[in-house]
Structure formats: C-alpha cells, structure tokens
C-alpha cells in the first residue's frame, strides 16, 4: 500500500465542523471520501472557531515547531476576517506569509478562497474576493474558489444561522473539494 500521507487542515469554525459531531467535520467527512477512492491519507483538524487569517498563521507557525510536518495543507481562512471587515490587504499580506512559510518548508497547499459572509459595500467585497486571486499568482497553491460553493443561502445545507454548513452540507462541501484535494495530493513528494 502507498505511505500515509498527512493533510492538514488549516481553517476557522468551517473546518472544525462548528456544531456538529466531531465524525461530520469537513476533515472527518473528507478523508472518508478519498479512503473510499484508494487514497491512504491522514487529515488533522486544525479549524478553529472564530479564527482569522492571522491567528491561522500563528497556529501553523507553533503546530510546525511542535509536530512532524504534514505532507500538505488545504488553508481555509478568511470568513472572520471578512465578518469583521479586516482590511482586505492586511488579510491578503497575512495569508501570503502563511503560504510563504509553507513554500519555505515546501509543504503544498490548496487555498479556498471565501466571500464575505455578512453584507458589506461592494468596494470591500471586490477588494477582499480579489486578494485570492493575487496570492494565487504568487504562490501557486491548488485554488478552490468558494469553500462554500453550493451550500451558502441553502437553508437545508446549514445551520439555523445560515453560516455553518450541517451534516449534509459539510459532505457536499467535501464532495464539491475533492478533485482539487487529489491534485494536492499528486503535489506531495
């Protein structure tokens, strides 16, 4: 059999699977799915409710220092960022520096983008979808555009909040990313 391969996902409360068991967070659901399609792949829940990009950064900072690196990470981060109407540029110099750290280690990433999740005027939402883009340019992570593409404004995919996907939406999400996450596998060395 091919060796384990260690995926880390880097995220807010999206990752972590904010209301729902543990067995129905994004990571949990999407690792069943690629075992089901022959990949043998470990993939550590790093999402943290009510993170932003910045703390995200802190945490790959201290989770590289303390445990044996990940062969790839998937970064999911921003929707916090974009509720509290961050600067989009200090959100995109934030996140270059986490895809930076990672390039130094040489450890391939997929980057999800996001959209505002609460209303905002449509310079700060041109601003902050644009930043996505740019480090993609720069860094050249596998790009999965939306992480919530398909599930956001469906009340049946989510939570009574309208934000957090529930079961049934968190498998849809992990069903929508999973090519993207197979070509992050086919980056791994």
Same mark, same amino acid.
């Given at each position: 059999?091919?060796? !384990?391969?260690?995926?880390?996902?880097?995220?807010?409360?999206?990752?972590?699977?904010?209301?729902?068991? $543990?067995e129905?967070?994004?990571?949990?659901?999407l690792?069943?799915?690629?075992?089901?399609?022959?990949?043998?792949?470990?993939?550590?829940?790093?999402? !943290?409710?009510?993170? $932003?990009a910045?703390?995200? /950064?802190?945490?790959? &900072?201290?989770? !590289?220092?303390?445990?044996?690196?990940?062969? +790839?990470?998937?970064?999911?981060?921003?929707?916090?960022?974009?509720?509290?109407l $961050?600067?989009?540029? @200090?959100? &995109?110099? $934030?996140?270059?520096?986490?895809?930076?750290?990672? +390039?130094?280690? @040489?450890?391939?990433?997929?980057?999800?983008?996001?959209?505002? /999740?609460?209303?905002?005027? &449509? @310079?700060?939402?041109?601003?902050?979808?644009g930043?996505?883009? =740019?480090?993609?340019?720069?860094?050249?992570p596998?790009?999965?555009?939306?992480?919530?593409?398909?599930?956001?404004? =469906?009340?049946?995919?989510?939570?009574?909040?309208? #934000?957090?996907?529930?079961?049934?939406?968190?498998?849809?999400?992990?069903?929508? #990313?999973?090519?993207?996450?197979?070509?992050?596998?086919?980056?791994?060395?």
């Amino acid at each position: 059999m091919n060796r !384990l391969k260690t995926i880390l996902a880097l995220g807010d409360s999206l990752t972590e699977g904010y209301g729902l068991p $543990t067995e129905a967070s994004f990571p949990a659901v999407l690792q069943r799915l690629l075992r089901q399609r022959g990949h043998n792949v470990s993939i550590i829940n790093q999402g !943290l409710s009510g993170d $932003t990009a910045w703390g995200g /950064l802190k945490r790959l &900072e201290r989770y !590289l220092a303390t445990r044996p690196r990940p062969d +790839a990470v998937i970064v999911e981060l921003g929707a916090n960022d974009a509720i509290q109407l $961050t600067d989009p540029w @200090e959100v &995109e110099a $934030t996140l270059d520096s986490l895809l930076q750290r990672l +390039a130094e280690e @040489e450890i391939p990433a997929l980057l999800a983008g996001m959209r505002p /999740l609460v209303p905002a005027d &449509e @310079e700060y939402v041109r601003a902050f979808e644009g930043l996505f883009p =740019k480090l993609v340019e720069r860094f050249d992570p596998v790009f999965y555009p939306f992480f919530l593409e398909g599930v956001l404004g =469906k009340p049946a995919l989510n939570l009574e909040d309208g #934000i957090h996907p529930n079961a049934e939406g968190m498998t849809r999400i992990a069903q929508n #990313i999973l090519p993207s996450v197979e070509t992050l596998l086919g980056r791994i060395r």
